[in-house]
């Protein structure tokens, strides 16, 4: 984590929306912290978080493999995924599977240095006083 992020825009792109670099970006509720909403068809997606309009410093997994669909969203619940920028062992978060077609959302918190996903309605997320996130399950 870099204090001194300069991190002023990221967009969640992948296969299921054809890599567009025009897709809308995230909004940014706190400092170092990302959020979006997106339709996903139900089946496996590569996801990968591409910052400030440019490809290179962009958030993928920081350890681990991007095998093919072997992170599964849970359904009643959220998949938590540890993310770096532009150097993790992978450049993108690996091909996710959404169990059913719906809105999800994506979270990624820079400070903490994690990507949550889960379907709309299924997870409440709250900030802690210094900053983390925490995830209730309902």
């Not at 870099?2 to 054809?18: K, R, S, Y």
């Not at 912290?33 to 990968?48: E, H, N, Q, Y």
């Not at 996710?96 to 379907?119: L, N, R, W």
């Amino acid at each position: 984590f870099n204090p001194a992020n300069t991190t002023t825009m990221m967009q969640v792109l992948g296969d299921f929306n054809q890599w567009d670099i025009e897709a809308p970006p995230m909004s940014q509720p706190s400092s170092f912290v990302w959020v979006d909403t997106l339709f996903m068809d139900a089946g496996c997606s590569f996801i990968k978080f591409r910052t400030n309009g440019v490809w290179g410093d962009d958030y993928g997994r920081c350890s681990g493999s991007e095998g093919p669909c072997q992170s599964p969203v849970p359904g009643e619940s959220a998949l938590v995924l540890d993310v770096c920028p532009g150097n993790g062992t992978g450049n993108a978060l690996g091909e996710i599977e959404f169990p059913e077609s719906a809105d999800y959302v994506f979270i990624v918190d820079e400070q903490a240095g994690t990507c949550i996903i889960h379907k709309t309605g299924v997870v409440k997320t709250e900030r802690f006083s210094w900053g983390r996130l925490k995830v209730l399950y309902r």
